[in-house]
């Protein structure tokens, strides 16, 4: 079955840039979206169509897609901003949700 | 603010049939824009799409599910339900439902993500 392959975690200072990717054959062709998740909450969208932001979304949080690989930038981390990350997308066909195994940020 | 909250049975048992149902507030379902799905969770794991329906009763379903899995949609209560039939151990998990949006149709997921959510709810499967 298809796969959205992320690294299991990232790590960074406050202030930092930190830089979470998200592979799959696919992401060459579809768009990709981006989730945040804290403790005991449910996600929330961060990211939609690779590279825009929902309203109320901080400027520091920004998208971008290169080949098969889609990357989530957040500039100038903060502290609130450690918690799960996962990318989603289609699979190949375009048919079905794919998520990605999900990316624990720590702010060091 | 639109508004989605899961209810249903916290336990069920193995072999029986999870029943969830999704209530929408400060929105209407029959919005021609948008889809409605349900994504599960499984304790200390990632996230996994089950499926999606539009109000008119078409839907799409996760494969490594779709034997499994029926989603159903009550206009009139702003409403739409999951069932999941022959539940063992590996189903316990919190469930989100979530407005499902970006598609160019049901049956394809390109674009697609998912806007709003609820609070989700643990269901877990145990004698």
């Known amino acids: 079955s298809y796969e959205l392959t992320q690294p299991p975690s990232v790590s960074v200072s406050p202030g930092q840039t930190a830089r979470i990717t998200c592979s799959g054959d696919?992401?060459?062709?579809?768009?990709a979206c981006w989730y945040q998740q804290k403790p005991g909450q449910a996600p929330v969208l961060v990211i939609y169509k690779d590279n825009e932001r929902p309203s109320g979304i901080p400027e520091r949080f920004s998208g971008s897609s290169s080949g098969t690989t889609v990357t989530l930038t957040i500039s100038g981390v903060q502290a609130e901003d450690e918690a799960d990350y996962y990318c989603?997308?289609?699979?190949?066909?375009?048919?079905?949700?794919?998520f990605g195994g999900g990316t624990k940020l720590t702010v060091l | 603010q639109l508004q989605l909250q899961e209810s249903g049975p916290g336990l069920v048992k193995p072999s029986e049939t999870l029943s969830l149902t999704c209530t929408v507030s400060g929105g209407s379902i029959r919005s021609s824009s948008y889809n409605w799905g349900w994504i599960r969770q499984p304790p200390g794991k990632g996230l996994e799409w089950i499926g999606s329906?539009?109000?008119?009763?078409?839907?799409s379903y996760n494969p490594s599910l779709r034997s499994r899995v029926t989603i159903s949609v009550e206009t009139s209560k702003n409403q739409f339900s999951l069932k999941l039939t022959s539940v063992t151990a590996a189903d316990t998990a919190v469930y989100y439902c979530?407005?499902?949006?970006?598609?160019?149709?049901?049956?394809?997921?390109?674009?697609?993500?998912?806007?709003?959510w609820g609070q989700g709810t643990l269901v877990t499967v145990s004698s």
């Open positions: 329906i539009y109000y008119s009763g078409s839907a």
């Open positions: 696919a992401l060459a062709k579809l768009y």
């Open positions: 979530a407005r499902d949006v970006g598609r160019r149709a049901i049956y394809d997921s390109s674009g697609a993500h998912f806007d709003y």
């Open positions: 989603q997308s289609a699979d190949s066909s375009g048919t079905s949700v794919v």
